[in-house]
């Protein structure tokens, strides 16, 4: 059984920085892509970012393209997405995947385990 556990989210005011973090455990995920997606309230999950098994390749939204980065240490079997320059419209829930492919998509439905999500406060 796979679990993935998110952290680092919280209140932080436009113009600042989070970073989170996605723990796994159950399961090596070094031969997966991992990605973050985000909700808010009535919409659905969007895509934010994700990354191949290797981390040799990244992609990300067009909303967050050049402040966000996310990264991956496989010895860890941990995800992380640093968000810089964070705005109003940053506030969200968000979630880590995992895919059972090792190079992802921007797509939820390709996606085949999440985490619980920690939300993230943007305050103008």
């Known amino acids: 059984q796979v679990s993935l556990v998110e952290s680092g989210g919280g209140l932080v005011q436009a113009g600042g920085s989070l970073r989170l973090s996605c723990a796994a455990s159950?399961?090596?995920?070094?031969?997966?892509?991992m990605a973050w997606f985000r909700q808010t309230p009535g919409k659905e999950r969007d895509f934010v970012a994700g990354?191949?098994?290797?981390?040799?390749?990244?992609y990300y939204a067009d909303s967050v393209k050049g402040r966000f980065t996310i990264s991956r240490d496989n010895a860890k079997n941990t995800v992380y997405l640093q968000m810089n320059s964070l705005k109003p419209d940053d506030t969200a829930v968000y979630y880590c995947?995992?895919?059972?492919?090792?190079?992802?998509?921007?797509?939820?439905?390709?996606?085949?385990?999440w985490g619980q999500g920690t939300q993230v406060t943007v305050s103008s």
């Open positions: 159950g399961r090596t995920m070094s031969s997966y892509a």
């Open positions: 995947a995992v895919a059972l492919d090792p190079l992802g998509s921007r797509l939820g439905t390709e996606y085949d385990y």
């Open positions: 990354i191949s098994w290797s981390g040799g390749t990244t």
